[in-house]
């Protein structure tokens, strides 16, 4: 029930993020498409340990506030690259190393990277990922380890005893 509770809180904050909605009708519509969300999974097995890992929480918002800034320093490096009048655009490829244990853990991964303007994950192989950057600077590969870092930490905490995990 816990889980249940602290997924409905997480979907409504996103939803009330996402939409900005403050009317009492709107607001009811969110709470109550949450609570369907929420029956459906419950109804389907999936609110479990995997789904809803507690003991990530503090820890999964302190990774979200260091990606946003991160984004933050990308969003204003690639806008500088588009406004200049020379335009440093040297796309490559470059092949990042993972060193994440479980699917969920590679997938937080990749989608880091393609959340950090500049780049995108394209591909996939064992151990590593694929990824097109926009030039050489985002193309940094001490950037994508210490990503690559963060997202093993947040999954080793989640392997730890009693804790759950992301696979």
């Not at 602290?6 to 709470?31: C, D, I, Q």
């Amino acid at each position: 029930m816990a889980k249940a509770i602290v997924l409905g809180m997480a979907l409504f904050g996103l939803w009330l993020t996402l939409s900005g909605y403050l009317t009492p009708f709107l607001l009811t519509l969110g709470v109550l498409s949450c609570m369907f969300a929420i029956l459906i999974g419950a109804r389907m097995g999936l609110i479990d340990e995997d789904a809803v890992p507690l003991q990530l929480k503090s820890r999964l918002f302190t990774y979200w506030i260091w990606l946003g800034r991160e984004t933050l320093r990308s969003n204003i490096a690639v806008a500088r690259v588009i406004l200049s009048r020379r335009m440093d655009i040297a796309q490559c490829f470059v092949r990042v190393p993972t060193s994440q244990a479980s699917d969920m853990g590679r997938v937080i991964f990749a989608n880091s990277i393609t959340l950090t303007p500049g780049t995108v994950t394209v591909g996939t192989a064992s151990g590593a990922f694929l990824v097109h950057a926009v030039n050489d600077a985002a193309a940094d590969p001490q950037a994508f380890a210490e990503m690559d870092r963060r997202v093993a930490a947040l999954e080793a905490a989640a392997h730890r005893p009693g804790g759950g995990t992301l696979t």
